[in-house]
């Protein structure tokens, strides 16, 4: 069953959709005043106004200030620096640099928060935010890019002296990498007990046309939720990863024979895709759980494969529970036969088979079969097809009310249907489930447009009982004494007569707007009850009912 459509649209944020607009011009006046308040010392609130106009000198900040942008869209010609103990909040507005340029360096013992704003470097492969960790010692750096900001850009976390410790990066909002990595740990940044901390959040999204995460220096990634994605959603060199929700995916080219880079993802087209040699730390850790759902468009949901080195450089491999789908299959481990990779699954949905020797004993982890499913969803597609067709050519038709009200019944089922995403299915029971449902919604399809087609065929008339009218449908040509056979087990009639109550042969047909009397004889009495018919009805369901309601009530 294909799901890899359901969530494209929710990438690909283009720049031309900022709309950034140049302030007026003006002396540096108000840009002296500007960066007086921004570099103070203490706590302080620093509101941009039109006048200010940026000067091509780096800002450092030192105190605790808030930048608000006032809804200005504004151009920086260099930095703002985040020294010793500064602490900076920008919030409200675009920040943007037109060169190919950093915008905020975060040093260590810092903190930057990203409220109700978007950072943007024009030019391709721009580290957008730079962070630079301690190498030594309990200096905590933070960066907040809450859910309401963007960034247009990298995220990267530098090295210091080959350590980024302390750096704690927490993503709620957007990263768009562009041409470049969303979020990226330097590869030099080596294994530390005190290394950076990246968390992810379910209100992030962190999408690339290169890789969304590019995890090459040692780190420890946190995700929870939101959404990757990239040519591989996550290129892993290094680190380690607990995988516990959201939804990771890649686009890119499907490598049967990946080839390593210097400084760059190897290119698999996967979604996860873990390529180690010698040049990095390595020391990968990987554990997935949850809802986590990962795939792939044209390779695998997951590639495991060392490149340049003989062995693999994952030291932990688990998969506990979430989705995985790949065109090429569910997963591809190359050094399944380590020790990090024997017996690692436990759970999990994936849609193509597994080794057998990278299951545990008692592993619940299921195989999950489309092809009933991709069966019935192929029928009902070109049933549902078939219906809209039916109810098209019959728009601005002449109808009779047999069709009329065929086609009504037709378009009211159509309106319930589509070829929308529907729910993810992590079950073969659910699968079967959903199967089951989609067979019974082709059969009231294939029904309502078989009414349809043989309403042409039928004649209605109505009867008034007591004043109230019930439609009959009856197929054309047949005649009184065909419709009294149809009568004869529930209601004795006598005979038909017409409006001044001249019997009627019962070879007479009846025929659209014709108008008869039925004479029924009551089972209870015995006596004659008259009955009026008129210009159409079908089924004697209906009639009988009413019928009966007549007899009770005398």
Known sequence: MKNLKRMMGLFGVTLASLGFVSVAKADTTAWDTFKTCMQDSGTKSCTLDSTVVAVNEELTVKGNITLDLNKIDFELLNRIILDD???????????????????????????????????????????????????????????????????????????????????????????????????????????????????????????????????????????????????????????????????????????????????????????????????????????????????????????????????????????????????????????????????????????SQIDESLLAANSKAEVLNFDKLNEASEEFSKTLEEGHKLAESLQDKKLNAAQTKALKNLEKILSNYGLGAGDLLTTQAAIDEATEATIKSTEELSNAIKLVNEAKDLVTFTLVIDDEEISIELEKGMTLGDYKKLLKDDYDIEKFVDKDGKELSLDTEITEGMYFEAIVISPETGDNILTYAGVAAVGTLGLGIALKKRYARN
């Open 85 to 351: 103990t500064g602490n900076l909040t920008i919030k409200n507005g675009n920040l943007h640099r037109d060169d190919r340029s950093t915008i905020v360096t975060v040093r260590k013992g810092t903190t930057l928060t990203l409220e109700n704003v978007s950072l943007t470097g024009i030019d391709d492969n721009v580290t957008v935010i730079g962070i630079v960790g301690a190498d030594s010692g309990n200096d905590k750096t933070t960066v907040n890019i809450n859910a309401n900001a963007t960034v247009n850009g990298t995220v990267g976390i530098a090295d210091n002296n080959g350590k980024a410790d302390g750096v704690v990066l927490n993503i709620r909002g957007t990263i768009n990498g562009n041409n470049s990595d969303g979020v990226t740990i330097n590869g030099n940044v080596g294994i530390s007990t005190n290394g950076p901390v990246v968390n992810i959040y379910d209100t992030a999204i962190i999408s690339s046309n290169v890789q969304g995460i590019y995890a090459a220096g040692y780190g420890t990634w946190n995700i929870e939720g939101g959404m990757i994605s990239g040519n591989e959603g996550i290129g892993i060199k290094s680190g380690k990863f607990n995988i516990t929700g959201g939804y990771i995916y890649g686009n890119g080219e499907y490598v049967p024979n990946p080839v390593e880079e210097s400084g760059k993802v190897t290119a698999t087209g996967s979604a996860i895709s873990i390529t180690t040699n010698e040049a990095y730390a390595g020391d990968v850790e990987i554990s997935i759980s949850g809802d986590t759902e990962v795939y792939s468009t044209n390779a695998y949901a997951i590639y495991e494969g060392p490149t340049g080195i003989e062995d693999t450089a994952v030291k932990e491999f688990e998969i506990s529970d979430g989705y995985f789908e790949g065109a090429k299959g569910s997963l591809n481990i190359i050094s399944k036969d380590k020790e990090a990779f024997k017996n690692s699954i436990t759970g999990g949905a994936f849609t």
